[in-house]
């Protein structure tokens, strides 16, 4: 099995660049099925991400055409006429729920079984349906799966809480539907500014993406473009982290600042030096002063995304941390795994009590989602010996290269390839 080998105890430094957000670039894969006349859309410097590439073997599975040209992906989707996910991709990732929107607006119809995803506890996709439904779509769910079917119109939808996914999904749907959608306590997340901007780009009317009412006046169809989605905030924040842990000095560049306020602010809390400079941030680290209270919340508050790499950071720091996930409930999968490691954490439902230590120790670990897997690999950094991280596939899925990418900060962190490689590749 493939796994991550990691020799820590060195400060990182140096100046890296960020790759494209995954959160931005999935849903934007999704509406190219909006695209039926024979143009092209040309997506530039797409990372190579398993999840990625998940989506785009269920869009060829669909019927498109997706061609790699250097680091750009190239997608003709004029023939897609397959409305049935298949089963095995549509369980891959979750995000493969945002297919519903654009297949019902393309084709009328759609069949999903339940998605997949991240083991960060129950994923429930009421606000999907309810606001699908809102929009004219017939939706039954029987023997695991979603049957979706009807010519969609415009409506009102009030989402009972902004989730981001389920936005994405009504901002597909009611793009190409006839007449005016409004969506009210909308997520305000700025992958969903990148969502309006494409699908603008390819000839959509939408307004408002960033606010709680988004306003989409809906076209018969939309055509080709190019697009390139923003750099990650997550995979920034995670390097930021990493220097932080390792205090170390470290310059993430080309990204947007404005998209990291919530992480700087409990960096500075933290007692680690921030400074900001056009599109770039520096972190320099130091000894971590604990934060009395942190709480993940929607956009502008501090991500959940991030959680699990900022506990990694408070298990350093001088003093008791409380993190409170508001999220995803189900969230502290890498307490146990940081705690294998040295770490003093104890879970209170969605709670987390972290009582700095004064260092931690490698150990074999494993990732058991995304974050979590990020959370591990920072830990490792700072710890005294070896660590060996597994279950890499899951960093994988939004990393692109990531133990090149903090060799390049001076990092000792291996790929030890195994099955799992030939798997993603
Ligand atoms: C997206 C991101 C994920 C991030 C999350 C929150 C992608 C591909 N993933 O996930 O990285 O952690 O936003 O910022 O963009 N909920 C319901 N019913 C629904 C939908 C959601 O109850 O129909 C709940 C969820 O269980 C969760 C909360 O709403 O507790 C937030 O979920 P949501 O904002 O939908 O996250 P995702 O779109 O899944």
Redesign the pocket.
């Known amino acids: 099995m493939s796994k991550y080998i990691v020799r820590g105890g060195l400060p990182l430094a140096g100046k890296i660049k960020v790759h494209g957000a995954?959160?931005s670039i999935?849903?934007v894969l999704a509406a190219s099925l909006l695209n039926k006349t024979g143009e092209q859309i040309r997506l530039e410097k797409v990372p190579a991400l398993y999840?990625v590439r998940a989506m785009i073997s269920i869009l060829s599975g669909l019927g498109a055409q997706v061609d790699r040209d250097g680091e750009d992906l190239l997608l003709r989707t004029a023939n897609v006429d397959c409305y049935h996910v298949p089963d095995a991709l549509m369980r891959e990732m979750?995000?493969s729920i945002f297919l519903m929107g654009p297949l019902l607006g393309r084709l009328g119809r759609a069949r999903l079984c339940y998605p997949g995803?991240c083991a960060?506890?129950?994923?429930?996709?009421?606000?999907?349906?309810e606001g699908l439904r809102a929009l004219g779509a017939v939706i039954e769910e029987k023997d695991g799966y979603i049957e979706a079917r009807g010519q969609l119109r415009g409506g009102e939808v009030d989402l009972a809480?902004?989730?981001?996914?389920?936005t994405?999904n009504l901002i597909l749907a009611a793009a190409t539907a006839q007449g005016e959608t409004i969506i009210r306590n909308a997520?305000c997340?700025p992958?969903i500014v990148d969502l309006q901007k494409f699908l603008n780009i390819l000839g959509a009317n939408i307004k408002g993406a960033g606010s709680p009412v988004i306003k989409i006046k809906g076209v018969p169809g939309l055509h080709g473009g190019s697009f390139r989605v923003f750099p990650d905030r997550?995979v920034a924040g995670t390097y930021l982290l990493a220097a932080a842990i390792t205090g170390g000095s470290v310059t993430v560049e080309e990204v947007i600042p404005e998209h990291l306020q919530a992480l700087l602010r409990l960096l500075r809390q933290a007692g680690v030096s921030v400074m900001v400079a056009g599109s770039s941030v520096t972190v320099s680290g130091g000894r971590l002063k604990a934060i009395s209270r942190v709480e993940t919340k929607?956009?502008p508050g501090f991500?959940?995304?991030l959680q699990p790499p900022l506990v990694a950071c408070l298990t350093l720091a001088s003093g008791s941390s409380t993190m409170i996930e508001h999220?995803?409930?189900g969230r502290f999968h890498h307490v146990a795994e940081l705690r294998k490691m040295g770490a003093r954490i104890s879970v209170h439902g969605h709670r987390a009590v972290i009582s700095g230590v004064p260092l931690l120790k490698g150990a074999v670990v494993r990732a058991t989602d995304?974050?979590a897997g990020a959370a591990l690999v920072l830990a490792a950094l700072a710890a005294r010996g070896e660590s060996q991280i597994l279950g890499i596939k899951h960093i994988e899925r939004g990393y692109d290269r990531l133990p090149e990418a903090l060799r390049s900060l001076g990092a000792r962190i291996f790929r030890v390839d195994g099955v799992e490689k030939e798997a993603i590749s």
């Open positions: 995954k959160n999935l849903p999840d979750r995000s995803g960060i506890g129950i994923r429930p996709i009421n606000l999907h349906i809480y902004p989730s981001v996914g389920a994405e997520a997340e992958e997550i929607p956009y991500p959940t995304d999220v995803f409930k995304l974050r």
